[in-house]
């Protein structure tokens, strides 16, 4: 079975930073997606790790430890276009499996 | 066109009626992939496509839903009788079909409410 938690909302000052954590028990691994969702519109890829270890893209940075299962997404300067949900998904074969998502709201 | 497209964007229909959901993926994407999105919630898996034929229909939640691929192309997703509990957003999804680093470009999504 597929287990993919991650926390339901949070909320941030613009220009702070925010860690969205994601933890899996999976059957399978290949790699693992972060996606953004804004109200209303479709999901859109925002980084994807396949080792363990940091990949840093811009303002958003995301962590892997297969090791422990475990994944965070690290959202730095927020903006108020941040407010969205971020969709923690695993890759196994062709298939992804999906967190409930985490709704990130940012205040001025 | 450059992104996934799905008609319709929107869906009113009542208990009991059929409904077919239509996708257009990205041009030269082997893999479809159809979503369920209940408001508030994550993305429930329904069924992949690989050309035309669907090796996994594991998510399909009964037998009043069905989908078809042709042409390696575009995707129907037929519910039939329609429940309440069927209200949803339908999102497809289409990808070049890899094991591995296999990103999934979303449409914009069918909104369906059943009356």
């Known amino acids: 079975g597929q287990n993919i938690d991650q926390p339901t909302e949070m909320t941030a000052t613009e220009g702070a930073i925010v860690q969205i954590n994601c933890t899996y028990q999976t059957s399978g691994f290949n790699g693992l997606f972060w996606y953004q969702q804004h109200a209303g519109e479709a999901p859109t890829f925002l980084s994807y790790?396949?080792?363990?270890g940091l990949e840093e893209k811009g303002r958003f940075s995301s962590f892997l430890s297969r090791s422990k299962g475990y994944s965070y997404l690290l959202l730095k300067e927020l903006q108020m276009k941040d407010s969205a949900s971020y969709l923690c998904a695993v890759e196994n074969d062709y298939k992804l499996s999906f967190g409930a998502g985490t709704t990130v709201t940012v205040r001025a | 066109g450059a992104g996934v497209s799905q008609s319709p964007s929107n869906k009113v229909t009542e208990k009991g009626k059929d409904v077919e959901l239509r996708c257009d993926p990205i041009s030269g994407h082997t893999a479809l992939y159809w979503y369920r999105q209940r408001l508030g919630q994550g993305l429930e898996f329904l069924i992949y496509f690989q050309g035309n034929s669907a090796p996994d229909k594991s998510g399909l939640p009964s037998d009043r839903f069905s989908a078809e691929r042709t042409g390696e192309s575009v995707s129907t997703l037929t519910i039939q009788r329609t429940q309440q509990e069927d209200s949803a957003v339908y999102l497809c999804?289409?990808?070049?079909?890899?094991?591995?680093?296999?990103?999934?470009?979303f449409g914009p999504g069918t909104r369906l409410t059943v009356l």
């Open positions: 790790n396949v080792l363990d």
């Open positions: 999804a289409s990808s070049l079909g890899t094991t591995r680093f296999n990103e999934q470009f």
